[in-house]
């Protein structure tokens, strides 16, 4: 629209064609102003920052057809009774100046906490190993808690489900395809993201 004033602003005056569309003068005046004087823009403006954009990005669960792969133990219940009954893992992405950055969180259920977590520039299982060492380190190796995570292979590697098994970690893995499948932990993983990019 102030392009458009500023076209025919000569022909008709500005006040009169304000009057016939949607605009105050103050808000064209207003824009003009911040057109002339750059440094008068917000900061946010001027560096040009924005809001969460909550669109389509990375693919980070590559699934495999495992016919051995751990049944859904959770069913979309998100619900325990007591601490390290159930665990539900996942991890996110954050683009930043130096590239991608990638994040694995195991959150207690029960809690609502993580209790394990790893910051990495690859997505790898190495990432999500040292999130579950933490997980079961820090909550004292405790036994028969199921961990629910999505179908990714870095979560049915042989290296990670072995460690599950050692310590008496239950698995178990959501539906392909179901983006409510692990739904506490994207809800974690979308507050993260706003958290480190607002």
Not at 7 to 20: F, P, S, W
Not at 56 to 83: E, Q, W
Request: hydrophobic fraction near 35%; proline fraction near 3%; glycine fraction near 6%.
């Amino acid at each position: 629209m102030v392009d458009f004033i500023d076209d025919h602003k000569n022909n008709y005056g500005t006040l009169a064609i304000c009057r016939v569309l949607p605009i105050a003068p103050s808000n064209y005046y207003g824009a003009q102003n911040l057109s002339d004087n750059p440094h008068k823009r917000s900061l946010r403006s001027q560096h040009d920052l924005q809001g969460v954009w909550r669109g389509k990005g990375k693919i980070t669960t590559n699934s495999r057809n495992d016919p051995k792969r751990a049944d859904d133990l959770v069913n979309r219940n998100f619900n325990a009774h007591r601490p390290n009954q159930l665990w539900v893992a996942d991890f996110t992405y954050i683009k930043t100046l130096s590239g991608w950055v990638y994040t694995a969180f195991i959150i207690d259920v029960f809690a609502r906490v993580i209790v394990g977590w790893k910051v990495s520039n690859r997505m790898n299982t190495d990432m999500v190993m040292a999130a579950l060492n933490q997980a079961i380190t820090d909550r004292n190796k405790p036994k028969d808690v199921i961990h629910h995570s999505d179908r990714g292979v870095q979560y049915s590697f042989i290296r990670y489900t072995d460690k599950m098994a050692d310590c008496g970690v239950i698995a178990s893995v959501g539906t392909t395809g179901d983006s409510y499948d692990n739904a506490l932990a994207e809800t974690v993983n979308r507050l993260y993201k706003s958290e480190v990019t607002d």
